[in-house]
Nanobody, 125 residues
């Protein structure tokens, strides 16, 4: 059974940094794509970043490009989201998700097979 567990969320001042982690288990992820999404208060869940497990190709939403970086540790089945220069509008619950087979459509939340429970990121003045 595939399980995803996020960690690393918290409260941070604007301009600060956080690193989120997603531990994946229950599957061989060699053909997968992993993504980070977020859902702010009263908003729909939106794409943040994604990475292909084998080739390490990365994708980032325009709103976080240059501030957030997705990476992975294949040996440990971990995916990270390094978030720098955080802004108030980054406040959201952050979710990791997996496509068991990379569909090439990493920005669409409907293309993902499994989701973690989410971790709260709150950015304050």
């Amino acid at each position: 059974q595939v399980q995803l567990a996020e960690s690393g969320g918290g409260l941070v001042q604007a301009g600060g940094s956080l690193r989120l982690s997603c531990a994946a288990s229950g599957h061989t992820f060699s053909t997968s794509a992993m993504g980070w999404f977020r859902q702010g208060p009263g908003k729909e869940r939106e794409f943040v970043a994604a990475i292909t497990w084998s080739g390490g190709r990365t994708y980032h939403a325009d709103s976080v490009k240059g501030r957030f970086t997705i990476s992975r540790d294949n040996a440990k089945n971990l995916v990270y989201l390094q978030m720098n220069s955080l802004k108030l509008e980054d406040t959201a619950v952050y979710y990791c998700a997996v496509q068991l087979v990379d569909s090439g459509n990493v920005r669409n939340k409907r293309a993902y097979d499994y989701w973690g429970q989410g971790t709260q990121v709150s950015v304050s003045l």
